[in-house]
């Protein structure tokens, strides 16, 4: 039988996903879906929920190619 939650046991997973130059896309897994976030440093530029992860992965996708045409060409 397994004990009680404890803090630990409820802290989201985080996963990066890609990562161009400074910004940096992860998913926080949690129990009712996915959150997609696109972050630069610590701070949060974009934060999307998504019930599916198969969605939230396809967008990650489109970012990804978003990003890595801003950056074409490099510096």
Do not use: F
Request: aromatic share 8%; with cysteine; glycine share 2%.
């Amino acid at each position: 039988m397994r004990g009680p939650a404890t803090k630990d046991s409820m802290i989201d997973d985080d996963r990066e996903l890609w990562r161009i130059d400074q910004v940096y896309c992860v998913m926080v897994s949690c129990c009712s879906g996915a959150e997609l976030q696109v972050r630069r440093d610590d701070q949060i530029l974009l934060r999307e929920l998504y019930p599916m992860k198969s969605d939230l992965y396809e967008r990650a996708r489109d970012l990804r190619d978003e990003y890595e045409a801003r950056s074409w060409p490099p510096r």
